[in-house]
């Protein structure tokens, strides 16, 4: 474990941290819900082409009631920190699926926990046979790559290594289920569990052939909610084969073979736009009713119900 050196700053906090801490109360204790900070691929993209799904990369802020997790630190990262502001913890735990530039770009620009030196951010990295993200992580913040070191950074860092295939369990007695991805240098999945509900997100992950992979459909088995990387088209797949993402169609082969209730995709394209990606979605749907393509804000609550995910009040943006 590794903690960083902090410096005094000024504190976040204004009417848009006290609505985010109502937004969260209002879940209950026994909620699960699941909230897309940055649903997109390999690298952020803007313009007209993308205000519907968004362009930041991948982040995830989950809560089992008012317990929070945050799921990679993609360029989404930032949007999470500016929503919340002073109305996060004061030791959060960021999960890594793995450590590729697209999920760890953001991780300086987390202003309300960077900012903060009495915050503590509890980095999580299962894909590196047991080590953790210091090595990486402090050769990524660095000159001639990057102005500064993590260790000018205010805020506490403090880097866990683990296996992914064993449990986190943290001292507050929650448990986070994971298992080891197909991807190049490897992947992380995980599985939440609160209030009877169950999620999975499966994200980055080429499937395997044959498919679905029994250990992976017995890892997701009755998720009320899974959330899948599909990439990439049918058409586009074979002369990416090797990169290490999926299609909708095999996320939704998995889910049938596992009994899972709703898919939500992500990681999507960056060349795939708004119209194409309604297209996709449409096409899916036919296939999974209770499947989507996730949008950036999007929020959804967890086993609410079995269809509907694509709409109010399940899918709410803000």
Not at 14 to 35: K, N
Not at 281 to 304: H, K, L, N, W
Request: with cysteine; net charge negative.
């Amino acid at each position: 474990m590794t903690q960083c050196n902090a410096i005094e700053t000024g504190p976040f906090g204004d009417h848009r941290a006290e609505a985010a801490a109502a937004e969260v109360a209002a879940l209950g204790d026994r909620s699960l819900s699941l909230r897309f900070w940055g649903v997109r691929g390999s690298t952020p993209v803007s313009g007209p082409d993308y205000q519907e799904f968004g362009g930041n990369t991948p982040c995830l802020e989950i809560r089992c009631g008012q317990r929070l997790f945050i799921l990679d630190a993609g360029s989404g990262l930032n949007a999470c920190g500016l929503h919340h502001r002073a109305g996060l913890p004061q030791e959060i735990d960021l999960l890594f699926s793995h450590l590729h530039l697209d999920h760890t770009a953001g991780l300086p620009f987390f202003k309300p926990a960077i900012l903060d030196p009495t915050r503590t951010v509890n980095t999580y990295c299962g894909n590196l046979d047991g080590a953790c993200a210091t090595a990486a992580l402090d050769r990524l913040f660095s000159p001639p790559l990057f102005p500064v070191t993590l260790a000018c950074m205010p805020a506490k860092l403090a880097h866990h290594g683990f296996r992914a295939g064993e449990p986190l369990v943290f001292s507050d007695g929650m448990r986070v289920e994971t298992i080891l991805l197909n991807h190049p240098q490897g992947s992380t999945g995980y599985r939440f569990e609160h209030g009877g509900r169950r999620l999975c997100i499966i994200s980055d992950i080429e499937h395997s052939d044959p498919w679905p992979d029994p250990a992976l459909t017995e890892f997701v088995r009755g998720a009320d909610l899974m959330v899948y990387d599909g990439m990439f088209t049918e058409g586009e797949y074979p002369v990416c084969r090797g990169w290490g993402h999926s299609t909708w169609q095999k996320g939704a082969e998995l889910a049938q073979a596992a009994g899972v209730a709703a898919m939500a995709i992500i990681h999507l394209h960056p060349a795939h736009t708004d119209p194409m990606l309604r297209r996709i979605e449409a096409e899916m749907q036919g296939v999974m009713p209770t499947a989507f393509i996730a949008r950036e804000r999007q929020m959804v609550e967890v086993g609410a119900l079995a269809s509907g995910w694509g709409t109010p009040p399940l899918a709410r943006t803000g």
